[in-house]
T-cell receptor, first 119, second 121 residues
């Protein structure tokens, strides 16, 4: 089974509107972290936001917020007031903690969502 | 956030030659480094995990003799693609983790180098 599922291959949003990018995850490890990245065409992986499994509040970073629903194992990214420069691939990733064994603290990525912001 | 620097950003090499990619942690001690590969229009896949001073752990399906990883210091890891072939053309990117506990960030592995786009001709 996939550990990170991003069901939206592509999304379109009008400039200045909000958009939600979906991410669900699968782990039995009680200690994990969830990450969102933006990857523009240049290729660099730009870290956007982090949510720890024990964090009580949803993470926010400027226009980015993470809608963390632990029971549903979802960690959706919300981008408010979209800008043309937000057009890029967006990846959700998970880091499992001490209990998963093997390569602890590696990141497992979803397949990504290509966001296009229309003027 | 933690800074990771990767060099070179782009390299074109001839088939059969070797290419070395460097990954440096600039402001923290990287006890563990992660090397990922990304084929066009695909996601990042972990290739190997290296711990400073010990042998790297390779993911299933990754040839350890082709992708040599050296993590000789707490700030530098290198990935050498040996006898490169066109099918090795890809985007290679690293991240690093500080397990010493001296870094205030709890997720230094979130920060990636700039990536290296390798083209083998």
């Amino acid at each position: 089974a996939q550990k990170i599922t991003q069901t939206q291959p592509g999304m379109f949003v009008q400039e200045k509107e909000a958009v939600t990018l979906d991410c669900t995850y699968d782990t039995s490890d009680p200690s994990y972290g969830l990450f969102w990245y933006k990857q523009p065409s240049s290729g660099e992986m730009i870290f956007l936001i982090y949510q720890g499994s024990y964090d009580q509040q949803n993470a926010t970073e400027g226009r980015y917020s993470l809608n963390f629903q632990k029971a549903r194992k979802s960690a959706n990214l919300v981008i408010s007031a979209s800008q043309l420069g937000d057009s890029a691939m967006y990846f959700c990733a998970m880091r499992e903690g001490f209990y998963s064994g093997g390569s602890n603290y590696k990141l497992t990525f979803g397949k990504g969502t290509l966001l296009t912001v229309n003027p | 956030g933690a800074v990771v620097s990767q060099h070179p950003s782009r390299v074109i090499c001839k088939s059969g030659t070797s290419v070395k990619i460097e990954c440096r942690s600039l402001d923290f001690q990287a006890t563990t480094m992660f090397w990922y590969r990304q084929f066009p229009k695909q996601s990042l896949m972990l290739m190997a995990t290296s711990n400073e001073g010990s042998k790297a752990t390779y993911e299933q399906g990754v040839e350890k003799d082709k992708f040599l990883i050296n993590h000789a210091s707490l700030t530098l890891s290198t990935l050498t693609v040996t006898s490169a072939h066109p099918e090795d053309s890809s985007f290679y990117i690293c991240s690093a983790r500080d397990f010493t506990g001296r870094t205030t960030s709890s997720y230094t592995e979130a920060f990636f180098g700039q990536g290296t786009r390798l083209t083998v001709v």
